[in-house]
């Protein structure tokens, strides 16, 4: 909301007396709901002091536990973000180091979003939200933390999960390590896996 107090030959704090001007003061909607995510600041403050690319490397580090990779397809793979908003945040990553959507090519886009649809049936059985955050940050003007390798964020939601310790006290609380939920993700995607193979067979 934007508010202009014009000033016509009488004094207001910062201006002369008798010169015309305008001061914008800036006050917060009072309907509009702020969401404060202060402990991504040691994230977003170091991505891009980093050399490299984390996707490129994770992807080549011979350790899918360590880097936390829950799955790899043919043209993207799921990993899970280190600094998530709730239990289960995962991203879908194509292979290609690509900063723009639009030059993914088609496959890779196919498969993005066919995974984006198997992990949103994942996200639901293991953690029962109450919604489902689907998005893609293109570009750090657009919030993008990893702005050179795009990557789609699939995160589990519920009612009030912003609660006061998140907005207020700068504390994140997770009910479970980063290890745990890339076991539980990683048995899933396999069971899911061996069942769609299993749909695939020809009947005797």
Known sequence: MVVEAYADGNSIEGLDSGVHSVARL?????????????WRYAYVSTAEKSTGCVFCDAVNAGDDAKVRIVYRGQNCFVILNTYPYTPGHVMIVPYAHLDELRKLPPEAAHEMMELSQRMESVLRDLYHPDGINLGMNIGKAAGAGIAG?????????????AN?????????????TLEETWKRMTKAMGKQSAGR???QKPLP
């Open 149 to 161: 390798h795009i990557h789609m964020h699939v995160l589990p939601r519920w009612v009030a999960d």
């Open 197 to 199: 193979m299993d749909s």
């Open 26 to 38: 800036l006050l917060p909607c009072l309907v509009m709901d702020y969401l404060w995510t202060p």
């Open 164 to 176: 006061f310790l998140s907005v207020v006290g700068e504390t994140r609380v997770l009910p479970e």
